[in-house]
Structure formats: C-alpha cells, structure tokens
C-alpha cells in the first residue's frame, strides 16, 4: 500500500542533511509551513542554503531558523521587510550569504528543476546588475539573460488537504510557491490541517499531483495570523 | 519647484490614471502609490486586478474584521476575491507577467529616463539591503508599463532624467509617466506631455523637466 503519511513532524523530518538546500513554501503570511520550520529548528541541520520569496518576519518562522546561525546561504526576492531584523544583522554582519533574484526567475528557476529544463533565456533583468556577469542572448531581436535550475534536497510546503497519495490542494493565495517547490526537490514534506481517503479529493480539482509529494504530515489546522508585515 | 506649484493630489494622480484603464484590461497595480488607481476603477467598469502571488480579479481590503490572511496581495495586505476570479502558483503568475498577458501595470519609480529607462528597486546606497521582488518581471512582461510617480525629488531634482543614476530595473520599458504635475508618454518621437495639472503652463512644466518635453495636449 502507498502511503505517504508520517506520524509526525519530527519523524517527517528525522533524515535531513547538513549542507541541504530547503525551499520552504510561503508568500507573506499565507502558505508558511510553520510546524515544519519549528521541526528543521529541532532537527537541528547545519550549514543549510534556504529558498523562499523572503528572509523571515519577526522572531519566528524562518527568522527563529535564520537565527540559529545554521543557515550559510538564502536565495531570495525580497529579504527586506519592516520586521526582517534577524536577517538584516546577519546579512549586516556577513554571517550569511544572500543570492538576489527577481521574483519570476526565482520562480521559473524551481519550475525548470522540477520540469527537468537544463537553464532557460528570460528577458528579466536584463541590462540590470542582477544580470552582471551571466551569459545574454539575442531571440527574435529581444535579449535575454540565461538563468539555471534552483534544485533543492528538501521542499517544505503548506497545504489544505491531502490523501495519502500525497495528492494536494491548497487554500487561496497560500499556494504562491507550494506546487512549484513541490516539483523541484528530492524529498517533498507537507503539513496539512485536512487528510482525506484516498478517492475523496475530485481529480479534477488536484492541484499538485501526489507524484510530487514524498511525505505528508498532518498538523492541527489554525487561522493564518497576520503579519508584522507591509 | 516651490510649495505655490500647482499639483495634483496622490488621489488626483490615481484618478487620472484610473480614467484610462478601459472595460476588459488585465492590469497589475505596484505596491504604494499605484494601489490607489483601484479605488477610482468605477464600480460598474469590468477591469481584471492581477497581483503577482497568484491572483485574478482581486476586489477591494475587506472589511475590518473579515480579513483572512489566506487571501493576500502582493503588497502581504489583506483583499477580496469578485466573482470570476482564480488562484494560481506562482510560475504561473509570473508567466501571466512575462509572457505578455496583462495588459498593463502601474508602478512606482525613483527615476525614469527619456528612453523609458526605470530605476525602481534599489538606491544603491551601500548599507541598503536589496530587495527586488516582482519589479523587473513586471517592468518588461506587460504590454504597458506606465510610472506613477512625484515630479520631483524631495531635493527638488527632475525624476524625469536623461540617464538614470539610480540602478536600473528594466531597459526602455516605461511607455508612460504620470506625476502630480503631468501625464507623459515616452515616445521615439520624444517626451509627449498629454495633460498638465491646471494653473500650470508648459513653459513652467519644462522648467521642472530635465528633459525635453513636447506638447501634445
């Protein structure tokens, strides 16, 4: 039988790497897989290279895991916020490294790793100095800039509900990153509030396909807070 | 430019841009300054609001108490969803923006140049931490990208420049720029000025201009 489901965060989590790459799924306030970050923090993983769209909020989440000092590298779109004290010190103080992208190439950088797309020409950035030193081409009179694949050991992903398949499907704009991370990692590690029998989510409604989902772990369901964000 | 300067309002300016997004246009609107155009989209005109984290037809802040942290914008503040609307992922969110789906988008600017040059993401002052987000990819995947912006510098210098100084987000990709004192189209037949904030001449708007206008009006 296949099933995909975990007891619990800490097992879901037990075999993670020092070194790893970990997307972590998340846009603002919706989306974060918040039991799965505190899990990583637990777990205790060293000299980890982060992917989100930002660089944590406040003094928990991702910021609690920027403030382990355990995470060497972060690839992001946008680490400045009015709350993103912990990684503003660090950065601040070269303790961590951090890898700019603008947010459509960060996002088509994990889709082609998930799609198997060896590197892909976009017109973003170019001519700009987040395209300094890459490789440009001219198509059809309009130049691009050659971008590569953002793989990743580990994705970590919120959903609304799950079968043991690990088929998904999400909650509003809390998809943001969820079924592109998903793709794009060896191992895909979910939270989810709602485990359903298998069957009962209407295939025509899957979003993220259980072919992408490795391990579901179900969390007790709790309303998204609001940020300290702007 | 001196306080006795004629100019239009924050809500004057989203009004004027408001009053030429048309029934039918798919258009992202930039965190600030922009965001007021959708408060001045008439109620019975069908415009389309994308936001970049994976939303069409997004509807105004809900009311205070019904937020739900779910269902955000790209500015992370709470909206609404109208009827008609969906929910996406993000790579298709930015494929809606780079492969030339919307119509237009509105964004904020530090400067923009006579070539439609934009700088909108980073001062390049060297203790800013960057951060660039959606900018560039909306700044070159739309059919329209139009500036909405303060005419001048709080150091009273022209925005509108020959070069951008300030690093730049995309290249000739601004097609038009309205600023509290005037409407401009970025041309290859040059800096066409359509509108001008009443009580204030041409003569007075090239002043204030570091480049060469043209009046079209």
Redesign the interface.
């Known amino acids: 039988m296949i099933d995909k489901i975990f007891p619990s965060v800490s097992a879901a989590l037990a075999d993670v790497r020092d070194g790893s790459t970990v997307m972590v799924g998340g846009?603002?306030?919706?989306?974060i897989p918040t039991r799965l970050i505190d899990g990583l923090i637990d777990q205790g993983a060293r000299d980890l290279t982060l992917v989100n769209n930002n660089a944590g909020n406040g003094d928990t989440g991702l910021a609690a895991l920027l403030k382990t000092g355990r995470v060497r590298k972060i690839i992001c779109?946008?680490?400045?916020q009015v709350d993103?004290h912990v990684?503003?010190a660090l950065?601040?103080s070269g303790r961590i490294e951090?890898e700019?992208?603008?947010?459509?190439?960060?996002?088509?950088r994990?889709?082609a790793a998930g799609a198997g797309i060896g590197a892909f020409f976009?017109?973003?950035?170019?001519?700009?100095?987040?395209a300094e030193g890459k490789e440009t081409r001219v198509i059809d009179g309009r130049p691009y800039v050659l971008e590569y694949p953002i793989h990743a050991e580990l994705a970590l992903i919120k959903a609304e509900r799950a079968d043991r398949f690990g088929n998904l499907t999400?909650?509003?704009?809390?998809?943001?990153?969820?079924?592109?991370m998903a793709s794009a990692a060896k191992c895909t590690v979910v939270e989810v509030p709602e485990l359903v029998p298998l069957g009962s989510i209407d295939p025509e409604t899957v979003?993220t396909p259980g072919i992408f989902v490795h391990r579901v772990v179900q969390v007790p369901r709790s309303?998204?807070?609001?940020?300290g964000?702007? | 430019m001196t306080d006795a300067t004629p100019k239009w309002t924050r809500e004057q300016m989203a009004a004027r841009v408001a009053r030429d997004i048309t029934e039918g246009m798919v258009v992202n609107l930039g965190i600030g300054l922009p965001t007021l155009v959708a408060n001045h989209l008439p109620a019975g005109r069908e415009v389309i609001l994308h936001s970049e984290n994976g939303v069409l037809g997004m509807g105004p802040a809900p009311a205070p108490g019904e937020e739900d942290y779910d269902l955000i914008n790209a500015g992370k503040q709470p909206v609404t969803l109208r009827p008609g609307g969906s929910f996406f992922h993000h790579a298709d969110s930015f494929a809606m923006m780079r492969g030339g789906h919307l119509d237009l988008c509105v964004l904020g600017a530090f400067q923009v140049a006579a070539n439609g040059d934009l700088a909108n993401w980073h001062t390049g002052a060297a203790d800013a931490i960057p951060a660039v987000g959606g900018a560039m990819d909306l700044a070159i995947g739309a059919k329209n990208t139009w500036v909405m912006m303060e005419h001048s510098s709080k150091a009273g210098e022209s925005k509108l420049v020959e070069r951008c100084s300030y690093p730049l987000t995309g290249l000739a990709c601004v097609s038009r720029v309205i600023t509290d004192l005037a409407v401009i189209d970025l041309t290859q037949q040059g800096a066409k000025v359509v509108d001008i904030v009443a009580g204030l001449d041409f003569a007075q708007l090239q002043r204030l201009t570091a480049i060469p206008l043209v009046d079209a009006r």
Do not use: K
Request: glycine residues 12%; charged residues 15%; hydrophobic residues 35%.
């Open positions: 846009f603002g306030t919706a989306g779109s946008f680490p400045r993103s990684f503003d950065y601040r951090l700019l992208v603008p947010q459509g190439n960060l996002a088509e994990i889709r976009t017109p973003t950035a170019y001519g700009t100095q987040l999400y909650r509003m704009t809390a998809r943001n990153f969820g079924p592109i979003v309303t998204t807070q609001a940020g964000i702007r």
